[in-house]
């Protein structure tokens, strides 16, 4: 089946700070999500983005779809980003979505 | 409001016992899906259906069933089969196009402890 990685695994930054994470995947994909998992668990949907760019405030996305990885920026984070960022892709077949390793990341003050 | 509703959030069982967890969306979704994740690490499919009366394995199904007889609705069960039960489960629902899966959501997910 289709391979997600992540990276890095882990992140510390310093409030206010920029950072980009990056999701590769080993096959052709559908779609791509980016989620963000609160210290409660609870999974937020980020962005749905197949392929190009999209932005919603501090955060933005871009997928090459054609290179199979997506870029998930974040900039002058706050200490409600912390948590675990997983991007997820949809590479058809079984109609299953599988989710990445994940992205810790916490934001100090 | 339209969403996905677990429950319960948290439960606690004996081993060998069987718990039934609880999944319903109001979004009038196609797709319905079972992921389990345990501490520090991503999330892995256990089920999925696609169409009411219908589902499928996924990566970890072993120990765990489901049915969908309603479209709404989608409940898990841990049997006593599974060998280490203890984990967070989450349920999901996305509607389908096609061969495409749309936009996943979740539920707040059922943390289950196995005493």
């Known amino acids: 089946g289709i391979q997600v990685e992540q990276s890095p695994p882990d992140l510390i930054l310093q409030e206010g700070a920029n950072s980009t994470l990056r999701c590769n995947f080993s096959?052709?994909?559908?779609?791509l999500q980016w989620f963000h998992q609160n210290p409660w668990g609870q999974l937020i949907n980020l962005f749905y983005?197949?392929?190009g760019t999209k932005q919603n405030g501090r955060l933005s996305a871009t997928t090459v779809a054609t290179e199979r990885y997506s870029l998930l920026y974040i900039s002058s984070s706050q200490t409600t980003d912390s948590g675990v960022y997983f991007c997820?892709?949809?590479?058809?077949?079984?109609?299953?979505?599988?989710f990445g390793t994940g992205t810790k990341l916490q934001v100090i003050p | 409001d339209g969403g996905i509703t677990q429950s319960p959030k948290y439960l606690f069982r004996k081993e060998g016992q069987n718990v039934t967890l609880s999944c319903e969306q109001n979004?009038?979704?196609?797709?319905m899906y079972w992921y389990r994740q345990d501490p520090g690490q991503g999330l892995r499919l256990i089920y999925y259906?696609?169409?009411?009366?219908?589902?499928q394995k996924g990566d970890i199904a072993e120990g765990y069933s489901v049915s969908r007889e309603k479209k709404e609705s989608f409940p898990l069960t841990v049997t006593s089969a599974q060998k280490n039960p203890t984990a967070f489960y989450l349920c999901?629902?996305?509607?389908?196009?096609?061969?495409?899966?749309?936009?996943?959501?979740f539920g707040e997910g059922s943390r289950l402890t196995v005493l």
């Open positions: 999901a629902s996305s509607i389908l196009f096609g061969a495409f899966t749309g936009e996943l959501f």
């Open positions: 096959d052709s994909v559908n779609n």
């Open positions: 983005i197949p392929s």
């Open positions: 997820a892709v949809d590479s058809g077949g079984y109609q299953k979505v599988t």
């Open positions: 979004l009038n979704h196609d797709a």
């Open positions: 259906s696609q169409i009411v009366n219908d589902f």
